[in-house]
């Protein structure tokens, strides 16, 4: 079974340009998260999709980030303009509910996104 | 708002022996999950271990256990026999009732040999 894969792996860029991370969840997954991922800190919510609708975005600073979930599978994680602040890993996981209707209980990683802003 | 705090910021332990990483919660939920995480150096996030709270046994796998006092809000995890691939990130999580995951702070364990 393949994992959640993310893309670009690595992103440089200079304060207020904008940048866009991908994210492909393992198949079925209903649930899609993003979480930023400061380094030396644990990973903090930005985004919870529930197939294409979205569950919580309360720590999603909405002036400058965006997040889709087109078709409820793939998900796109956009910032503009870029602060330094936003200096992180992007970290994107997918879960799965059960036959029954619920959760099961476990978040799947992919390798993340690292953004380093100049 | 849920809150997890892990008051050790790094650990070391020999190979072969045991070490026990504490994790403490605060959350209103009357049903929840609460996980240990561990994150490799520069490699992706894996699940250690996972406790229902509504389960009164300690979740194990294999090396791994977890003491969990729900009264206290405690949700340790213990390590036996440490491997040199033990090394990592470890982090505490909790989630609310829409699933949400709420991480600590984290642990970094060195193995040494």
């Known amino acids: 079974e393949a994992g959640v894969a993310q893309s670009p792996r690595y992103k440089i860029i200079e304060k207020r340009q904008s940048v866009a991370f991908w994210c492909n969840p393992i198949?079925?997954?209903?649930?899609l998260y993003w979480y930023q991922q400061i380094l030396g800190q644990g990973p903090k919510l930005l985004i919870q999709?529930?197939?294409?609708?979205?569950?919580?975005d309360s720590q999603l600073p909405k002036d400058r980030f965006s997040a889709e979930r087109l078709k409820g599978v793939d998900s796109t994680l956009k910032i503009q303009p870029a602060k330094l602040e936003d200096s992180a890993v992007y970290l994107c996981?997918?879960?799965?509910?059960?036959?029954?209707?619920?959760?099961?209980?476990?978040?799947?990683f992919g390798e993340g996104s690292r953004l380093t802003v100049l | 708002a849920q809150t997890v705090t892990q008051s050790q910021p790094e650990m070391s332990v020999q190979e072969a022996e045991t070490v026990t990483l504490s994790c403490t919660y605060d959350?209103?939920?009357?049903?929840?999950?609460l996980f240990w995480y561990k994150q490799p150096p520069s490699r992706q996030m894996i699940l250690v271990i996972r406790?229902?709270?509504?389960?009164?046994q300690n979740a194990t796998e294999n090396r791994f256990s977890v003491n969990f006092q729900k009264a206290a809000k405690s949700f340790s995890l213990k390590i036996s026999d440490s491997q040199l691939g033990d090394t990592a990130m470890y982090f505490c999580?909790?989630?609310?009732?829409?699933?949400?995951?709420?991480f600590g702070g984290g642990t970094r364990l060195m193995v040494k040999p």
């Open positions: 198949s079925g997954h209903a649930t």
């Open positions: 999709f529930q197939n294409n609708g979205v569950v919580d």
């Open positions: 959350t209103s939920e009357s049903n929840y999950y």
């Open positions: 996981a997918s879960s799965p509910w059960g036959a029954s209707g619920s959760w099961v209980g476990e978040l799947f």
């Open positions: 406790q229902e709270a509504y389960k009164q």
């Open positions: 999580a909790s989630t609310n009732a829409g699933n949400m995951l709420t």
